[in-house]
T-cell receptor, first 114, second 114 residues
Framework: GAVVSQHPSRVICKSGTSVKIECRSL??????MFWYRQFPKQSLMLMAT?????????EQGVEKDKFLINHASLTLSTLTVTSAHPEDSSFYIC??????????FGQGTRLTVV | AQKITQTQPGMFVQEKEAVTLDCTYD???????LFWYKQPSSGEMIFLIY??????QNATEGRYSLNFQKARKSANLVISASQLGDSAMYFC???????????FGKGNQVVVIP
């Protein structure tokens, strides 16, 4: 399958700081990228959908000013958690979709806010 | 209403045996896609198999096959000849119509024992 690279895989940050997570499609052009959050032993919760060059569409209940998404090119999307707090600690994972029906996922980022 | 239902409790499977993971879905769309993903303890989501609603044959990918029963709205995953590395959470997902969004089930935990 296609390769999606997500960095960093783990990050620890201080409360009040911002953290940027990158998601890159390495061998295909991603027309659409998705950001999910996953709590322990639970399923994936879609946070937002982004298309290259346009504003992200956020799911209900997700603060767009808190979780800034930029999809600047067909191979890169970033999620910035602004003014992070301990309750933002979670596993964040991106996926990317090209021309086909499949969506391929990155490795995920485990964020810990202390 | 839940779009994807995965209700089996955690499963223990003997190495080299086959295992079937149940997935039922709910949609009124005629066009939809069904997906299975594997999530090992490392967290990455690995795409396994895809079945389109108009596909007449059951999808197969190596040791993975999808038992697609459209009238019953079920899309069970069959893993043949289980290996220790198959121990993971398995998620069933659906994309409806022209939507880009994937709806995920709660997942099935599989542990393969030697």
């Amino acid at each position: 399958g296609a390769v999606v690279s997500q960095h960093p895989s783990r990050v620890i940050c201080k409360s009040g700081t911002s953290v940027k997570i990158e998601c890159r499609s390495l061998d295909f052009q991603a027309t659409t990228m998705f950001w999910y959050r996953q709590f322990p032993k639970q399923s994936l919760m879609l946070m937002a959908t982004s298309n290259e060059g346009s504003k992200a569409t956020y799911e209900q209940g997700v603060e767009k000013d808190k979780f800034l998404i930029n999809h600047a090119s067909l191979t890169l999307s970033t999620l910035t958690v602004t003014s992070a707090h301990p309750e933002d600690s979670s596993f964040y994972i991106c996926s990317a979709r090209g021309a086909g029906p499949e969506a391929f996922f990155g490795q995920g980022t485990r964020l810990t806010v202390v | 209403a839940q779009k994807i239902t995965q209700t089996q409790p955690g499963m223990f499977v003997q190495e080299k045996e086959a295992v079937t993971l149940d997935c039922t879905y709910d949609t009124s769309d005629q066009s939809y896609g069904l997906f299975w993903y594997k999530q090992p303890s490392s967290g990455e989501m690995i795409f396994l198999i895809y079945q389109g609603s108009y596909d007449e044959q059951n999808a197969t990918e190596g040791r993975y096959s999808l038992n697609f029963q459209k009238a019953r709205k079920s899309a069970n995953l069959v893993i043949s000849a289980s290996q220790l590395g198959d121990s993971a959470m398995y998620f069933c997902a659906m994309r409806e119509g022209s939507s880009n969004r994937l709806a995920f089930g709660k997942g099935n935990q599989v542990v393969v024992i030697p």
